[in-house]
């Protein structure tokens, strides 16, 4: 059976509606499917009526940024239930981000680029995410004529801005809104679910030694199939899981259609996530 157990919508860092991506997964034959927007569960409602409608199975899901001691690192949590102190959770999460984006934008802005600080940041109800940020500075075109000059290019990437102008030291950081994993897992036990470390390969996570410690405070499983991964971290990622017996899991990381003439326009043109191939994912997804 296909699954995705990672994708985004608007409401977080995404481009599609929670409809719309619901309607994008059935074209591409998904049976069960998390949105698992960053730091928000606002989108969870659409996207169950969505998925109900496309006979799609919807998996409560969230993607968090959490810290444990000095270390920094996404966690996918499932299954959770609705409650106000989750809301409460997420809500200083929330805030916590918009400020420190309004803090970016005042830097980027004393750099010389045109931007209405509060209008932007009030404009977001809940994630704030690095990639619409961009996009609204980029809607101004002294903002990409000055890039493109700075940069010296003639097409403006977006992984270029991110590293020039928002994780410049000599203009500002945006950084996350790190919540702590042990506030988390206090949290799970009330209202139940799977903790699961989020593509560990991608930022070089995937330690026994690590692994080992999430689990000893309450982690149950491991995204294996990541288009964040090579096959080499594929093969360790199971390897460990099968080891450590974690739950396996997969995503796509789904967020947008990419602006390219070429054929390959997102991770699901050449990458599908069976079911068959994780290991006790079926706690996760049901039969």
Not at 96 to 112: E, F, T, W
Not at 154 to 159: A, L, M, Q, T
């Amino acid at each position: 059976m296909l699954i995705d157990l990672q994708v985004h919508s608007t409401y977080s860092d995404g481009y599609l509606t929670p409809s719309e991506l619901a309607e994008f997964l059935k074209s591409r034959g998904v049976a069960a499917a998390s949105l698992t927007d960053h730091n928000t569960i606002a989108g969870q409602e659409e996207f169950f009526r969505a998925c109900q409608k496309e006979k799609i199975k919807a998996i409560p899901g969230l993607e968090l940024y959490v810290k444990l001691g000095g270390r920094k690192f996404n966690l996918l949590w499932f299954n959770f239930r609705d409650d106000p102190a989750l809301h409460s959770l997420l809500r200083e999460s929330q805030l916590r981000r918009k400020s420190i984006a309004r803090r970016m934008l005042k830097a980027l802005k004393n750099h010389g680029f045109k931007i209405k600080i509060n209008a932007t940041v009030d404009k977001y109800a809940h994630y704030i995410a690095i990639n619409h940020l961009i996009d609204d500075m980029l809607k101004n075109p002294f903002n990409r004529k000055k890039i493109k000059r700075e940069l010296k290019v003639k097409i403006i990437r977006e992984d270029e801005v991110i590293r020039n102008f928002f994780r410049n030291p000599e203009i500002g950081v945006l950084r996350e809104s790190y919540l702590n994993v042990k506030r988390v897992i206090a949290l799970r036990k009330k209202l139940g679910g799977q903790l699961i470390l989020n593509h560990p390969g991608k930022y070089n996570q995937l330690k026994r030694d690590f692994l080992l410690k999430l689990k000893k405070i309450g982690f149950e499983g491991l995204e294996v199939l990541s288009p964040h991964h090579n096959l080499g971290t594929v093969m360790y990622a199971q390897s460990l899981a099968r080891e450590l017996k974690f739950i396996s899991t997969g995503g796509s990381d789904f967020h947008k259609f990419e602006r390219t003439k070429s054929r390959v326009k997102c991770s699901h043109d050449y990458y599908r996530i069976d079911s068959d191939y994780l290991n006790g994912v079926k706690k996760i997804i049901g039969k």
